[in-house]
């Protein structure tokens, strides 16, 4: 799927939730906000952490979201595709093979 058809479907969950007034979503999306906040890890160190467990699970929706996270806080394209790399040796040649998505994204979110 490509990342802009993935951010429309994660937008429109997202609405469908909070209409729905899930309190588990809503407990999730504090969880995430907390997990995410500047701490002893800066938010971009965090994101960046994210992306290379994206990787290894295989979940495009999540390299999405944390890649352009991680740009939005600072990071360069360099510190992602590193990220990526950590992700790939983590995962082996399974997660070569999910890499090559964020590599995708990575060329949208820093095109230019």
């Known amino acids: ?3 802009t058809k993935i ?5 429109a969950a997202h609405q469908k939730l909070l209409a729905a007034d899930s309190k588990v ?11 995410y906040a500047d701490g002893a890890l800066a938010k971009k160190h ?6 290379g467990i994206s990787v290894v699970m295989d979940c495009e929706s999540c390299m999405q ?10 990071a360069t394209r360099q510190e992602v595709l590193e990220a990526v790399e950590v992700g790939i040796e983590m995962g082996g040649g399974r997660a070569t093979v999910c890499a090559r998505f964020a590599l995708e ?7 230019g």
């Open 1 to 3: 799927m490509s990342p």
């Open 7 to 11: 951010n429309q479907k994660r937008a």
């Open 25 to 35: 979503y809503r407990a999730f999306l504090d969880m995430e906000a907390a997990a």
């Open 46 to 51: 965090k994101e960046l952490v994210a992306v």
């Open 65 to 74: 979201w944390h890649i352009e996270q991680a740009a939005k806080a600072g």
């Open 105 to 111: 994204v990575m060329e949208s979110v820093f095109a």
